[in-house]
Structure formats: structure tokens, C-alpha cells
């Protein structure tokens, strides 16, 4: 298993949290993003850096994922494409989107997006808090778990 973050937007504890996962249990783990990523030295991290534009990370991840890949995204769009493909995808807050919701969740999306575009004040998602960390902490372990018994 591969692990793919979509790192522009994916918050900096949630970065951690993959870091030392990806050394405990010595899995690959790249964090893409159009600007320049510090990540650990570690054989088993790296970021790769893809260039300025619009969705040129968020396609290249979609391109690269194979079978049994997971991807960590708050991206609906992209998650959708990747439910798509098949691929395992974890949203920051440890919501797992899969065939089962990822339509709800690109309705949602949609419908707030043209509600802001309307001029309606509809406030983002709310801060990360320690319940989301743990939330996310414990999915990817489950994920994780399950993976390594299939």
C-alpha cells in the first residue's frame, strides 16, 4: 500500500500523524502539493512538488494511485475520482468516503458552493479539533489493520 496526501490543504497535525506512520510501519507515504514541502528524513517519506495550476496535484494523484492505494483528501471532487478508480480515500477528519457517500458529499459540496456563489454567508468547516485528530488517528489504523490482514 501506497499512502497519497494531497498536502496543499491537509493540516499540518494530520502531516504528523502520517510521518510517524509511515516509519512505524515502514510504508511509502508522498505528499504532493504545488508548493515546496519539509518533510522528515526518512526513506519512507517524500514530497513531490507539481506545478502551479489548477487541479495539476489533485490529477497527478489520480494518475498515480494504483489498486490498494489509499489517498488522505478533503477534496469531494477528487475523492469522488477516486472512489471512482477504487481507491481508499480518508477525508482529515477520519470520514472514509467510498461509493456509499461520495455522492451525497458532492451534492453537499456543490449545493454550499452555489450557495456562496449566490452571495449567501455560509461559514467553511469548522477548525480541527483533538476529536477529528482522533478520529482520523483511529480510522487509518483501522485501515490500515485491515489491509495488512486482506
Given at each position: 500500500m501506497h499512502i497519497w496526501v494531497d498536502a496543499d490543504a491537509c493540516p499540518a497535525v494530520i502531516k504528523?500523524?502520517?510521518?510517524?506512520?509511515?516509519?512505524?510501519?515502514?510504508?511509502?507515504?508522498?505528499?504532493?502539493?504545488?508548493?515546496?514541502?519539509?518533510?522528515p528524513a526518512s526513506p519512507?517519506?517524500?514530497?513531490?512538488?507539481?506545478?502551479?495550476?489548477?487541479?495539476?496535484?489533485?490529477?497527478?494523484?489520480?494518475?498515480?494511485?494504483t489498486h490498494g492505494d489509499l489517498v488522505i483528501t478533503a477534496d469531494i471532487p477528487l475523492a469522488a475520482a477516486l472512489v471512482e478508480k477504487g481507491t481508499l480515500v480518508l477525508s482529515p477528519r477520519g470520514e472514509r468516503y467510498?461509493?456509499?457517500n461520495i455522492r451525497e458529499r458532492l451534492a453537499l459540496r456543490d449545493f454550499m458552493e452555489g450557495m456562496r456563489g449566490a452571495g449567501a454567508d455560509i461559514a467553511g468547516p469548522s477548525a480541527l479539533?483533538?476529536?477529528?485528530?482522533?478520529?482520523?488517528?483511529?480510522?487509518?489504523?483501522?485501515?490500515?489493520?485491515?489491509?495488512?490482514?486482506?
Open positions: 504528523d500523524i502520517l510521518f510517524r506512520m509511515a516509519d512505524r510501519l515502514k510504508l511509502p507515504l508522498t505528499l504532493v502539493a504545488n508548493r515546496l514541502l519539509r518533510v519512507h517519506i517524500r514530497a513531490l512538488q507539481v506545478p502551479m495550476g489548477f487541479d495539476v496535484a489533485d490529477n497527478h494523484i489520480v494518475e498515480a494511485v467510498s461509493a456509499d479539533s483533538q476529536a477529528d485528530r482522533q478520529a482520523f488517528a483511529r480510522q487509518l489504523e483501522r485501515l490500515l489493520a485491515q489491509r495488512r490482514v486482506d
